[in-house]
């Protein structure tokens, strides 16, 4: 939606960068890592966490900074940096992260574990034993997939896939045909495990590990017979995986993006891992190869890539070294045995997850399918997994012969391919499949039933907050909510509508969407507890997300602050506002709470005089939800609904002492630690929820 730029009002002092802030998020999470409180293989995970979202930071945000600063930009981003001036001050933060992270991994994480039985042997330390065992699994296992690459004239560097694991090999002599080149790489497939357990009686120890790289590097003189091996050194190469496909003028986006992903595994270089001991030769002459200066090379004392270091925890049986493990409950209206229409029927159902179940989701699916008097299904699909029940129930009602429609966004970044597959499979079976609108993400998570009753066709729905991904829903917190509500039903109707037809938007009952009304609204609700606040009453604006960046929004905020209002934000990432500046926030207070499960709701509060309105939303205040996607941000019409979600999703973290981290003026953040009796919300929250009915 084409949108003339807003008018600054406010300096750039008063906007915080968001690479900057996305880092600055990495380090709450590595604290989680550090927390001695936090269970030890936990802390694995969250370290291994913060790996993963730095890969996609690199891939996404500094691919982008190098985009801007190759082609000349500069612009300056509401913060008033130009691109050179971000990466430099990226650069030097991630740098100093990384360092960290390895040495919380070497000095603390490993050898906890190792006193717990859990150890990682080192190449210097295997004794004969081991020794045998290793190098009869290179021979067995590892040796006929490799492909070792002499770099010579006729062999030149090879194409490195992103985040692969590879070796740098330095080598002196001559082989069989004369030939002496100096280098060569070593590429592992990826069907290879990084991670390998020895049998228990050569380890000694419950559970001991190699790495594949130390296998590698124990056996590589045997890929180069007759040449000395001077030495071998891991590198992993990341690169920009963002995909372009000009959607103004492809003809057919499926095929269009079909052709484009293979190439995410070769785009342009953007950071280089090398193992500590590389030579300085190595490393510049990889550099050289990748087009990659030295800001971008990252020495790392250890393997170089600790994702992988995540199935660890699931290897390893020992529930003391993990977070308990809890049974999900079912809100009251959904006894043991529930006919889900019934119930919704009777009143609308809200679910809280993780701690309570996905399972009302889809049985909501389910007994659709199976229900003779449901005549038709339609539902958004941004992440859902390669193996989702849900897609199979879709899959289940097409081959019944019901009408089934399903908008699959084929843009969900990194969930592509497996989008594509179901839109294949749903296709194959009948089913309705529209790739949403040219240009728009489709982001919004809902889904439609229709019925056949007495009174005629009904309509039920399914609105959310999160993806429709069951493994998800036990991990992240979202909100659900299950519905008849005759014009909330018609309003996703219409969006539906939108989304597979063609014509102009309709207005809608309840519903707030992206990109025509929600930003609109966004705005309206702010400055109207500006206006009470002005006239003397009381304004209040609590609001919980993923990330605050939309500069209007922003501006709005600092307008409320301004006349009085009290505000609370609850942003679990990067956010560009400034709290606590003298004049202009000192009403606002900003805080994010970082704890065992991903804080993924997006609660919207307003005092409104009294009435108090509650959305849920699939829409951070951020440009992208605003105006290049479609999302919805729904009422909580039932007052007891209202006040649950209030109950559990905004005031417990407000009063979390415990995984609270708050911003200051500058940006920087503290951990907001008890100075009282302690309190965390993710645990009050499992306590009062889990395994147990909870009334509406």
Not at 64 to 75: D, N, R, T
Not at 288 to 295: M, N, T
């Amino acid at each position: 939606m084409d949108r003339a730029p807003a008018h600054r009002r406010f300096v750039a002092e008063h906007f915080l960068n968001r690479e900057l802030g996305l880092l600055a998020f990495n380090r709450r999470v590595l604290a989680q890592a550090a927390d001695p409180a936090v269970p030890l293989l936990e802390r694995l995970r969250f370290l291994c966490i913060v790996s993963s979202n730095l890969d996609e930071f690199f891939e996404i945000r500094v691919a982008g900074l190098k985009e801007q600063i190759k082609l000349g930009a500069v612009a300056t981003g509401t913060d008033g940096r130009k691109p050179q001036e971000v990466f430099r001050l990226v650069s030097a933060e991630a740098h100093t992260l990384v360092a960290e992270q390895y040495a919380l991994l070497n000095d603390a994480i490993l050898p906890e574990l190792a006193r717990n039985g859990v150890v990682f042997l080192r190449r210097s330390r295997w004794n004969e034993a081991q020794q045998a065992w290793i190098r009869d699994y290179f021979f067995r296992e590892v040796m006929p997939v490799l492909t070792p690459i002499g770099l010579d004239p006729s062999h030149p560097f090879p194409r490195v896939f992103n985040k692969s694991l590879n070796f740098a090999v330095e080598l002196e002599g001559k082989d069989a045909f004369g030939r002496s080149s100096r280098a060569a790489i070593v590429q592992a497939p990826r069907v290879l495990p990084r991670v390998i357990r020895l049998p228990q009686h050569l380890s000694d120890v419950p559970y001991g590990f190699v790495f594949l790289s130390s296998v590698l590097h124990a056996h590589v003189g045997e890929l180069f017979a007759g040449m000395h091996v001077l030495g071998c050194y891991q590198f992993r190469v990341t690169r920009n995986s963002d995909l372009f496909v000009d959607e103004e003028e492809v003809k057919n986006l499926r095929i269009a993006l079909q052709g484009e992903l293979p190439q995410r595994h070769f785009g342009d270089a953007v950071r280089l891992e090398v193992a500590d001991n590389c030579s300085e030769a190595m490393a510049d002459f990889l550099l050289q190869q990748f087009a990659l200066g030295r800001d971008d090379l990252y020495r790392v004392p250890g393997i170089v890539n600790l994702v992988r270091l995540m199935q660890i925890p699931d290897a390893v049986d020992r529930p003391d070294l993990k977070y308990p493990p809890f049974q999900p409950g079912l809100p009251k209206v959904l006894h043991k045995r529930y006919d889900i229409f019934a119930s919704i029927r009777k009143q609308d159902v809200l679910v809280h997850h993780p701690y309570q179940s996905f399972s009302p989701v889809v049985a909501f699916l389910q007994q659709a399918v199976d229900d003779p008097q449901v005549v038709a299904i339609k539902m958004t699909v941004y992440r859902t997994g390669t193996d989702s029940i849900l897609m199979e129930q879709l899959v289940r009602a097409a081959l019944k012969g019901k009408e089934v429609t399903a908008v699959v966004e084929l843009m969900a970044r990194f969930d592509e391919e497996a989008n594509l597959s179901w839109a294949t499979r749903l296709e194959e079976v009948g089913a309705h499949v529209v790739y949403g609108v040219v240009g728009y993400k489709t982001h919004a998570k809902m889904i439609m039933v229709v019925r056949r009753e007495d009174a005629g066709l009904r309509r039920y729905a399914h609105l959310g907050t999160g993806n429709y991904h069951p493994r998800t829903a036990r991990l992240y917190t979202d909100f659900g909510l299950l519905t008849c509500h005759e014009e909330i039903c018609a309003d996703v109707n219409e969006v539906f509508k939108q989304l597979t037809g063609l014509g102009r938007a309709g207005e809608l009952h309840h519903l707030w969407q992206a990109p025509f009304t929600l930003h609109a609204n966004t705005l309206a609700a702010i400055r109207a507890e500006a206006d009470t606040a002005r006239a003397g009453g009381k304004g209040r604006i609590i609001a919980k997300m993923n990330a605050l960046l939309e500069p209007e929004v922003i501006e709005a905020l600092y307008d409320a602050s301004r006349a009085g209002v009290e505000i609370d934000l609850i942003v679990r990432g990067v956010c560009a506002l400034r709290p606590g500046i003298p004049g202009v926030s000192d009403n606002i207070r900003v805080r994010s709470v970082v704890g065992r499960f991903l804080e993924h709701t997006r609660v919207f509060y307003f005092l409104a005089g009294g009435a108090e309105k509650v959305y849920l939303g699939s829409a951070d205040w951020m440009e992208r939800n605003f105006f290049r996607r479609i999302e919805l941000s729904f009422p909580i019409l039932d007052e007891k609904l209202k006040r649950r979600v209030i109950k559990e999703g905004l005031r417990p973290y407000l009063a979390d002492n415990s995984q609270a981290w708050e911003m200051d003026a500058n940006g920087g953040y503290h951990r907001n630690t008890a100075r009282k009796a302690r309190y965390c919300a993710q645990e009050a929250l499992l306590a009062e929820l889990t395994a147990a009915t909870v009334p509406e």
